[in-house]
């Protein structure tokens, strides 16, 4: 009978060690899933620097031609023909989600029948590039070679590129500069400065090379608080003129007078609004701005 209790006791105290060694099944999830997200966040967020670079790249691009053909018939049955050939090509190259190279254009061929041009335009190859810029992305490079995950961000965008605030109501055009955003939790900033392509269409269509030749110079800023669906913004832009166009009496009549007109405009403008989703089939915007 002593034997026997010696035996139990002697068991227990070997146990018991290590029992305490082992840790508590609580202990053992907390301790994997740390382990997990560690592995989860270097796989996802870092890159793995002996991958070659054009595996680590990601690169879209696509083309599309169309061919358009236009005969039209006057009051007196005087016949005019045009012909279009255009094509278009995009290219989008992202390496290690940080650098982005992006670059979208057209070319296009007129052809009239023998005096049918419309003016002395309108014939050979012609050509615009829509969209050309490199974009540097603070937060993704961070995530790449740094391994770090964050909700603020920086960015810089160089090139041309449209620049769309709020509804679009002061600003939605194409141009040629830098564009900076800023992003802390819930809020950003957007800074921009740069001038409109020389293709531009001016709105003021009585200047002379409204149409060829428009240089008007964009600066401001614009920030936004994004509270749930809905965000709710508030800028100031400056709009400088920079055609420095003039034109005379002679070139609109025939005349002996020369008063000039000089076409000028500069402005500024000072706007508030917001757009969001009031239920997951309505959405809403609404905007005021100052002119000055």
């Known amino acids: ?5 010696a035996s139990i006791i002697a068991t227990a105290l070997l146990i ?14 907390e301790r994997f899933d740390r382990q997990l997200e560690s592995i989860r966040r270097n796989t ?17 691009y696509g083309g599309y031609t169309t061919f358009s053909y236009l005969s039209l018939d006057n009051p007196s049955l005087t016949n005019t023909a045009f012909r279009q050939i255009e094509t278009g090509v995009y290219l989008d190259m992202i390496f290690d989600g940080t650098h982005e190279f992006f670059f979208r254009g057209h070319l296009f061929h007129r052809d009239f029948n023998p005096g049918d041009r419309f003016n002395s335009d309108g014939e050979n190859i012609d050509g615009r590039v829509d969209a050309m810029f490199y974009k540097f992305d603070l ?31 002061t600003l939605s055009t194409d141009m040629d500069g830098g564009v900076v955003d800023l992003t802390y939790g819930e809020a950003d900033l957007q800074l921009i400065a740069g001038v409109t392509p020389l293709d531009t269409v001016d709105f003021d269509s009585a200047r002379p090379r409204f149409d060829s030749r428009t240089q008007r110079g964009l600066y401001g800023a614009l920030g936004t608080v994004r509270v749930g669906t809905n965000r709710i913004y508030a800028y100031g832009l400056d709009q400088r003129d920079y055609n420095n166009d003039e034109l005379t009496a002679d070139d ?14 500069d402005s500024h403008y000072i706007g508030i609004g917001a757009t969001g989703a009031l239920t997951d089939r309505l959405t809403y915007g609404v905007e005021a701005v100052y002119e000055g």
């Open 44 to 60: 996802r967020l870092s890159i793995n620097p002996s991958v070659p670079l054009s595996e680590r790249a990601y690169l879209d």
């Open 139 to 169: 937060a993704h490079f961070e995530s790449a070679y740094q391994g770090k995950e964050t909700n603020n961000d920086l960015s810089i965008k160089l090139g041309r590129d449209l620049v769309l605030w709020g509804n679009g109501l």
């Open 1 to 5: 009978m002593k034997t026997g209790i």
């Open 16 to 29: 018991s060690p290590i029992l305490r060694a082992q840790p508590t099944e609580s202990g053992q999830v």
């Open 252 to 265: 609109m009549i025939d005349g002996d007078a020369a008063t000039p007109t000089r076409f000028h405009y």
